[in-house]
């Protein structure tokens, strides 16, 4: 190791030496560029001045790195959980008119892929490297201890933020990052992962994998912040009116600096929140129902020359029942669910659209690369066949009925829901694809559409690129744009080189030959390979399933010709073994190379740090002290409390004229627990799922003066997600008891935390208000949480 170490600390040497007499000349006027090979850019070492009076001295040229000349501004849009058929721009039902104008003012991609789920997705995006070689073959919070899967950032993999950066860019980041190792997010960081020590001047959004668009977890920069507390707040539009007022400061204050800007909504991931008349332009537009809707939308999908005349419609799965063998019920729901949807993904083009016309106005559009991604994978299937009302039963393994979710009908992605849609739509907005979000395998779950569009940039106007291409190829194409170089060395550390392959030479050449050859595609167990014209893949496991199909080395492979045959609706595997068994060899050759073996094909038991064996800041330990002022802290940071035994201790001093308000809170309103007082009267409640709530409450008051308040919950054991018997002390004295009949075994909440005199975002306990509302008016000297 250390020998290791030796080697690339002299290599760093020897390059620097190299590149000192260019960094010299570099600053005088008319010299030599700048080598940009090697980041921070090598500041010129001038010799001492000997002349004592500076009125008799000249000063040395100023040394600045600035962008190459002409660097165009760069936007990357990229939206979340949207299918391949979703986008009007893309045969799609729903209204995207600033993708639309984008697409008609430059050019589709309808041959570009994804990795099938956010976090590598993002990651791939942002480095130019496959996922597994960035550490992320999974989302964060299911990482593993194995290299390629431990969501840790390696410093040779340095993004392309940083790059750029270091290049004389500025660099903003606004909305979803789901990026930093979830043990990192926490007072303690590290903060080298976070968005701004990850190449980004400026990040307006949230850390996690998605957000209650209504009432959201928000950081700027590495400090929490809370929205406002107003009706018609949406996350969506915060994010957009925080990123206009960045370009247009930065603009106002250095017109000649090129910026960056990462724009990430959380949009379209559930939760599906969107205003109600958003949602209501869709009325009656789905009653046709699923399969009708994969038709019409392989149909304008051939009119508009974004898929290849004569593709057949990949069969559904068969989980999906025929639209017209639902009941009257389940249309009903459903329908909204697709209304919904539909109005959040067009309310999101809207904001979008609010920024490029921002850009637009500071005359900046046309010397934009603007890259608008629809979907960092497909639409996503994890709402079951029914749905969701709180997508935390998802993650709970908890089947929500029809019956039950119709009661929810008329607040349907309102602040009241946190809902999900019924898998078959997920299927239908990834037309003409047959799966899914997850599915690594299948189209479904890695095409999406992508206009790009830059007027400076190349002369092609309202045309369809079809070479096969895959987001590690942003990066390069952004560096080939800014006419920067790859760089070997950043921040000191020699960079693994880029993985992918710039996209440029299709700008102004529709029939351009592919450059992007070989791509391996793995999630969870599915898994594929592209190679040339060719696409063999296995499905391992559905995304509404709970357990695998088969064990890896009994998975049935698929063969595809892809070239003949867009929808992968012909499986070739029995007509040619020999093909097949050709394409499996080089996917292992693959998988080894880029480390992504051993393959781990479980799924929520991965949400266990334990499990797994990635890092726990509770390590192990059984009892954590917390105080006032002790808030935001995300699930993964704070004691598990789940299938287990707990106790509570809150050492309480009560003023004379009583307290109220939260002791403590973990999770909000679907799903998690709450120690209060409510008339001055101890009380715990246990809000499952947000469907069933459970309270004990103690008979009487606490006296003025210092009190210790106790609750102990006694788990029944037997597996996880059981329930249990939770009793109130004070002082020493049991005061009140009751049944806990069931509790989430895996997860609370995405983005509520567990928070000390306070519940932030939305509430444990409705009774109690929220946000300020609900902080307590007595004094907490410390709380203690036990587990057993």
């Not at 290849?308 to 990949?314: E, V």
């Not at 850009?359 to 603007?370: R, V």
């Not at 935390?392 to 908890?398: G, L």
């Not at 899914?436 to 369809?464: C, L, Y």
Request: glycine share 10%; with cysteine.
């Amino acid at each position: 190791m250390k020998r290791q170490y030796l080697f690339v600390a002299l290599f760093i040497l020897s390059v620097f030496a190299a590149l000192e007499p260019a960094g010299v000349a570099a600053a005088t006027p008319g010299a030599a560029k700048l080598d940009r090979t090697i980041l921070p850019i090598i500041e010129p070492d001038y010799p001492p001045i000997k002349e004592l009076d500076a009125r008799k001295a000249k000063a040395p040229p100023r040394f600045e790195v600035k962008a190459p000349k002409g660097a165009p501004n760069v936007v990357i849009v990229l939206i979340d959980d949207m299918g391949f058929g979703t986008a009007n721009a893309f045969g799609g039902p729903v209204a995207m008119p600033t993708m639309d104008r984008l697409a008609q003012e430059g050019l589709r991609y309808n041959n570009f892929h994804t990795t099938a789920l956010c976090s590598p997705t993002r990651q791939a995006l942002k480095t130019g490297r496959n996922h597994h070689t960035a550490n992320t073959g999974s989302i964060m919070e299911t990482a593993t201890a194995f290299p390629g899967d431990t969501a840790v950032l390696p410093n040779s993999v340095a993004p392309v933020a940083e790059i750029l950066r270091l290049n004389g860019y500025s660099t903003g980041a606004f909305g979803k990052w789901h990026e930093t190792a979830p043990w990192e997010i926490s007072v303690s960081g590290p903060f080298a992962r976070w968005p701004t020590l990850q190449g980004f001047d400026k990040f307006y959004g949230f850390l996690g994998g998605e957000t209650n668009e209504w009432s959201p977890l928000i950081y700027d920069g590495v400090t929490k912040v809370q929205p406002p507390h107003d009706p018609n707040y949406h996350f969506t539009t915060d994010m957009t009116n925080q990123a206009i007022a960045w370009v247009r400061y930065q603009q106002a204050l250095t017109p000649d600096k090129p910026f960056f800007v990462y724009y990430a909504p959380g949009a379209t991931h559930a939760p599906h929140h969107v205003p109600k008349e958003w949602a209501d332009r869709y009325k009656g537009k789905f009653d046709q129902g699923w399969d009708k809707q994969r038709e019409e939308t392989l149909r304008r999908q051939i009119e508009l020359g974004v898929v290849p005349a004569g593709t057949q419609l990949a069969v559904k799965p068969e989980a999906i029942k025929d639209w017209d063998k639902l009941t009257p019920d389940e249309k009903k729901l459903f329908t909204r669910q697709a209304e919904v949807y539909a109005g959040f993904a067009e309310h999101t083009d809207h904001e979008i659209g609010r920024l490029v016309k921002a850009i637009e106005d500071l005359g900046e559009l046309d010397n934009t690369l603007f890259i608008y991604i629809e979907g960092d994978n497909g639409a996503s299937a994890e709402g079951g066949m029914n749905g969701m009302f709180s997508e935390m039963t998802y993650f709970n393994y908890v089947q929500e009925t029809v019956e039950d979710q119709l009661k929810h009908l008329d607040q349907w992605g309102g602040p009241e829901t946190y809902p999900h849609m019924a898998a078959g739509w997920a299927v239908a907005f990834d037309a003409p694809f047959a799966w899914t979000k997850q599915v690594a395998s299948d189209f479904g779950g890695t095409r999406n559409g992508m206009v790009i569009h830059w007027p400076k940039g190349f002369k092609a106007r309202n045309e369809v690129r079809s070479q096969f291409h895959h987001v590690i190829d942003i990066a390069p194409t952004i560096l080939e744009a800014a006419h920067l170089p790859e760089p070997k060395v950043v921040n000191g550390t020699i960079q693994k080189p880029i993985e992918g392959v710039s996209l440029a030479y299709t700008f102004d050449d529709a029939r351009a030959k592919d450059r992007h050859l070989t791509q391996y595609f793995e999630m969870f167990g599915n898994r594929a390979v592209y190679h040339d014209g060719w696409f063999a893949g296995t499905l391992h496991r559905a995304p509404w399933e709970t357990e695998n199909r088969r064990p890896l080395t009994e998975d049935i492979w698929e063969l595809y010709d892809v070239r003949k045959d867009f929808s992968l609706s012909r499986n070739l595997a029995k007509e040619n073994p020999q093909k097949l068994a050709e394409m499996q060899k080089l996917f292992m050759t693959e998988a080894v190379k880029y480390n992504v073996l051993p393959i781990d094909d479980r799924l929520l038991e991965r949400l266990t740090a334990s499990a797994v064996g990635r890092p726990d800041v509770m390590g192990g330990r059984k009892s954590l002290t917390l105080g006032e002022g002790m808030t935001g802290m995300m699930e993964n940071v704070f004691i598990d409390v789940k299938n287990r035994s707990k106790t509570i201790t809150a050492e309480l001093e009560i003023p004379e004229s009583g307290a109220n308000g939260v002791i403590l809170a973990q999770g909000g309103r679907f799903g998690g627990w709450c120690l209060y007082l409510k008339d001055g009267k101890p009380a715990y409640t246990y809000n499952w799922l947000g469907l069933n709530r459970y309270t004990v409450t103690a008979p009487e008051a606490l006296p003025a003066g210092k009190s210790t308040l106790v609750f102990d919950f006694a788990y029944d054991g037997g597996g996880v997600g059981k329930g249990g018997t939770g009793a109130l002390s004070v002082n020493g004295s049991k005061v009140a008891e009751g049944r806990i009949d069931r509790t989430q075994p895996r997860i609370f909440a995405i983005d509520e935390t567990a928070d000390v005199g306070i519940d932030e975002a939305t509430p444990v306990v409705d009774s109690l208000g929220e946000g300020e509302q609900t902080r307590f008016t007595g004094k907490i000297e410390k709380v203690t949480v036990e587990v057993k």
